[in-house]
């Protein structure tokens, strides 16, 4: 079985280990060492990255005891090789690893609830307890984490025999026996865990919770810590600066200058309406004498426009009115009659383009790809007349 040198110090970051086999797969090489300061993926912890020998490691995995790494190259089998952990990766998984522990500790003694999810992902960490956890508790909830990070509170492992692992109260998804390595972060939590970690929670920097969700009866939140609670903030700042320069406001002020910019907004789409509907009905007014079958083509109406216009045109006919808008790709329409079957000539159009369309005897809409002209004339030799 591989040594796990990465149990005796989480913060060394080079080693020299002897291969013992190296096997091409499909995925590379499978590199197994005597011992290694790799952590393999586990416990919801992605695997270390770095090199062995000048080859990259790109994963690493746990089988039978023994410590798989991922290697993009070869290695001689018998050769003592220097590895290198990549540190920024490491230190990373162990702000955020610890940060959770702090975090999931003070939730389930809050809520008498468990963890029962857990996954560090490359962008967010994601947490599952299985009880409801009220929004308006997550401010009160991120500032506790975050006392246990301003109190530098100090993060221990240690092996309990027998005995002091049944007296002892810690967190765990399943019932273990045997070795098992327990991690504590003071009185915020206390827990088994296979994963690397900080020694003090100041290293962890800060715990911002960035997302929360119902999730199969219980709640599902998303964590950010260390650097990568910092980047998003970083980010969160200079979009709040850049929105707040573009209304000529203060940051604190962003929020009430756009909840006044959506009252504008709908004034304006309220007055927009007006005037289009004014638009539609000079339109209509245009058309001739007598005109029974009308075809309007109209560029940048939305569905609704379509409808209005075609509902209006044949209310003033009588008849069948078609209205065409451009798309992206051909065109959109929507076909209202007051005598004939409107159905009858989307299978019509089927035949002559590339049309896509139905809907009821009175009014039918769809899609249609080709040539302008083209479909003016077809309509044209089913006696419609082209509105100005």
């Known amino acids: 079985m591989t040594e796990k040198l ?19 797969r499909k995925e590379g090489y499978h590199i197994i060492l005597d011992q290694t300061l790799f952590y393999p993926e586990g416990g919801g912890q992605p695997g270390d990255k770095g090199t062995l020998g000048g080859v990259s490691v790109l994963d690493v995995h746990e089988k039978n005891g023994e410590i798989i790494h991922y290697g993009d190259g070869p290695l001689e089998v018998g050769l003592e090789v220097v590895g290198e952990i990549n540190w920024e990766h490491r230190f990373d998984l162990m702000q955020n690893h610890s940060g959770e522990h702090i975090f999931s500790g003070i939730i389930c003694k809050q809520y008498g609830c468990d963890n029962v999810g857990f996954h560090m992902g490359r962008a967010r960490i994601t947490i599952d307890f299985n009880t409801q956890i009220p929004g308006e508790d997550l401010p009160w909830l991120e500032e506790q984490a975050n006392q246990a990070i301003w109190q530098n509170t100090p993060i221990s492992i240690f092996y309990p025999d027998e005995k002091e692992l049944e007296a002892l109260e810690y967190r765990s998804k399943i019932e273990l026996t045997g070795e098992v390595r327990i991690v504590t972060a003071g009185e915020y939590d206390c827990c088994a865990c296979c994963g690397t970690h900080v020694k003090l929670a100041g290293e962890i920097g800060m715990i911002k919770i960035v997302g929360t969700q119902n999730y199969k009866g219980g709640t599902r939140l998303e964590l950010l810590c260390g650097k990568r609670a910092l980047d998003y903030y970083q980010r969160i700042h200079q979009a709040a600066n ?6 000529s406001v203060q940051e604190e002020q962003i929020g009430t200058a756009v909840q006044k910019l959506l009252k504008e907004k709908d004034t304006y789409i309220q007055e927009l309406k007006k005037w289009k509907w004014e638009a539609f009905l000079g339109r209509i007014q245009r058309l001739p004498e007598n005109t029974e079958n009308v075809l309007i083509m109209e560029d940048g109406l939305g569905g609704k426009d379509l409808t209005a216009l ?12 078609m209205v065409f808008t451009p798309t992206e790709a051909g065109f959109a329409f929507v076909l209202v009659s007051r005598k004939k079957d409107a159905r009858e000539i989307v299978e019509e159009l089927k035949k002559s383009f590339d049309c896509k369309g139905g809907g009821k005897e009175e009014s039918v809409q769809g899609k249609l790809n080709g040539d302008k002209a083209e479909i003016i004339e077809f309509f044209k030799e089913k006696e419609f007349v082209l509105a100005k």
């Open 242 to 247: 850049e929105v707040g320069r573009a209304l």
């Open 310 to 321: 075609a509902d209006l045109a044949a209310e003033k006919t009588c008849g069948r009115a």
């Open 6 to 24: 990465y149990y005796k110090n989480a913060y060394d970051t080079e080693f020299k280990g002897r291969v013992r086999s190296c096997e091409k």
